[in-house]
T-cell receptor, first 112, second 117 residues
Framework: KQEVTQIPAALSVPEGENLVLNCSFT??????LQWFRQDPGKGLTSLLL?????REQTSGRLNASLDKSSGRSTLYIAASQPGDSATYLC???????????FGSGTRLSIRP | GAVVSQHPSWVICKSGTSVKIECRSL??????MFWYRQFPKQSLMLMAT?????????EQGVEKDKFLINHASLTLSTLTVTSAHPEDSSFYIC?????????????FGPGTRLTVT
């Protein structure tokens, strides 16, 4: 059974810092991995999608990497801003592309 | 990107009543949609996979008679919470994939907040 873990559960950093969020999964037979952002009381905003054959994806200040063999993904946020404050979720889709399992999320707070 | 909508965005109902939540794919047809629930400060838990024209597949521990799922068309799936109780209060989110792209990217609806009093 696939399990997805995110560390840390919460993170607070001053504005301008670069930071890394971690996601690990137990079964390396995945179809893809997706990072989302969720603001309080809101739905999900897709940030980056990495296919199982890819190593990383970039969008603006965000860079996500995937190491399938070790069951790890990282989300790198450069030059953090207060507007980046949110909960970040990683989600793994299994190899049969039938289910998506979410991590528990990292609550990020960027201090002005 | 693809758009998935949900209706209503929030609903308050009394214990014992039933509530229907709609999930629509607005610009693509989705043979499969997924339903999740999220408790406060927790992550999303997959409840069931909704398949167009056939019965939904429920995750272990989810009562299929309590959470009725109907996927009657390629753009609409509904989740009905029957005989709702306060412990059913939660944030319900649906998702769908755009077929044919091969990416498997999931597009999520904005969620429905259910409060049972």
């Amino acid at each position: 059974k696939q399990e997805v873990t995110q560390i840390p559960a919460a993170l607070s950093v001053p504005e301008g810092e670069n930071l890394v969020l971690n996601c690990s999964f137990t079964d390396s037979a995945i179809y893809n991995l997706q990072w989302f952002r969720q603001d309080p009381g809101k739905g999900l905003t897709s940030l980056l999608l990495i296919q199982s054959s890819q190593r990383e994806q970039t969008s603006g200040r965000l860079n996500a990497s995937l190491d399938k063999s070790s069951g790890r993904s990282t989300l790198y946020i450069a030059a953090s801003q207060p507007g980046d404050s949110a909960t970040y979720l990683c989600a793994v889709r299994d190899s049969s592309a039938s289910k998506i399992i979410f991590g528990s999320g990292t609550r990020l707070s960027i201090r002005p | 990107g693809a758009v998935v909508s949900q209706h209503p965005s929030w609903v308050i109902c009394k214990s014992g009543t039933s509530v229907k939540i709609e999930c629509r794919s607005l610009d693509f047809q989705a043979t499969t949609m997924f339903w999740y629930r999220q408790f406060p400060k927790q992550s999303l838990m997959l409840m069931a996979t909704s398949n167009e024209g056939s019965k939904a597949t429920y995750e272990q521990g989810v009562e299929k008679d309590k959470f009725l799922i109907n996927h009657a068309s390629l753009t609409l799936s509904t989740l009905t919470v029957t005989s709702a109780h306060p412990e059913d209060s939660s944030f319900y989110i649906c998702s769908a994939s755009r077929p044919g792209t091969g990416s498997g990217e999931q597009y999520f609806g904005p969620g429905t907040r259910l409060t049972v009093t």
